[in-house]
């Protein structure tokens, strides 16, 4: 068992036509500043991981860097470089001041995601990352928490691969049982910093995913673009040809 945080496969799920997405090529997980040698060597051995994917800011990797894993590359893209005022680490969910306003910025940060052009060309690289990944290899997509990034980019996979909204959403979520411990001991560290009780519940809010963060994705989408589909094409690139592509490799028959 791979003890990283909010680590997952998703792999598993099926797909509106029943069939089943192939596991150990789709992971995520939150930062990698911390993997055990048996974290490396399961994600070397079990999963023969090919690429690492670090959605993070500059700042966030200069901080805590990612561990490296053997014959493994590592690809830094940063999603919200050209998102101003908003950031997804431990210090901009602080700043923040109430539970109130964080859900409201969780929410604008989901719509300025889902729009921003250095975003969109972000998870197109991502994609570029995928459709490059030798047979049998796997990916392994993080942030610093493994929720919100990270998030957006296991739904557009999951989109791609045709899985309905019901089983994304059950993906989404799994995060707040899988950050519990992680969150406990943030909150603690900031209980001892002496933090004010509004910016301690706004981190709160903050560390946690909510479905009307990604009804926001969601609807951003619908709003600007139509539809999913129509999105993923504009915006990320993802044409029909790709798309069969995608799907020819990475769902089961």
Known sequence: MVTITNFRDIGGIKNKEGKQIKKDVFLRSGELSSLTKEDENRL????????????????EVEERPDMSVPKTEYIHIDILEDIQDEGASIGDFVKIGSPEKSASYMKKLYEDIALNSTSQKGYNQFFEEILALQKQESILFHCFAGKDRTGIAAVLILE?????????????????????????????????????????????????VDSSYLDNFYETVQKNYGDVDTYLRQAIGIDKGTKETLNHRFVLD
Do not use: C, F, W
Not at 44 to 59: F, Q, W
Not at 185 to 200: P, S, T
């Open 160 to 208: 791609t691969l045709g899985v309905p909204k019901e089983a994304i959403y059950k993906d989404y979520l799994l995060t707040n049982d899988l950050r519990k411990k992680e969150n406990a001991m943030i909150l603690e560290q900031a209980k001892k910093a002496e933090l004010e009780e509004a910016n301690l519940e706004a981190l709160h809010v903050a560390l946690n």
């Open 44 to 59: 070397e051995t079990t999963y023969r991981l090919g690429k690492i994917i670090d959605l993070r800011s500059e700042a």
